[in-house]
Nanobody
Framework: QVQLVESGGGLVQPGGSLTLSCAAS????????MGWYRQAPEKQRELVAR???????KYADAVKGRFTISRDPAKNTVDLQMNSLEPEDTAVYYC???????????????WGQGTQVTVSS
């Protein structure tokens, strides 16, 4: 059983900052990558940022230069530092982990429950 727990969401004014955190626990054999996705009302879920076990990162064009993803492999945690937040960033943010839960399993995606980020005056 794998559990991803997010924290740090909330209400923030435009131009403000928030840091989201995600901790993975349970039967984790190996992690390929961890990342953050978001889903705004009436929109599809989209990748926000992703970081591999080797440290390579990928960001959505809309957040480049404003968001920074980082992780602690030893603790299986991943953070998302969000700066210069805009109303368009309002969404439910989901932590994602690409990992194997055992030697015999295939790689799967695991998801947190989501945390609401609202950017409004």
């Amino acid at each position: 059983q794998v559990q991803l727990v997010e924290s740090g969401g909330g209400l923030v004014q435009p131009g403000g900052s928030l840091t989201l955190s995600c901790a993975a626990s349970g039967s984790i054999f190996n992690v390929n990558a961890m990342g953050w996705y978001r889903q705004a009302p009436e929109k599809q879920r989209e990748l926000v940022a992703r970081i591999t076990s080797g440290g390579s990162t990928k960001y959505a064009d809309a957040v480049k230069g404003r968001f920074t993803i980082s992780r602690d492999p030893a603790k299986n945690t991943v953070d998302l530092q969000m700066n210069s937040l805009e109303p368009e960033d309002t969404a439910v943010y989901y932590c994602n982990a690409e990992m194997w839960t055992s030697y015999h399993s295939g790689m799967s995606h695991y998801w947190g429950q989501g945390t609401q980020v609202t950017v409004s005056s």
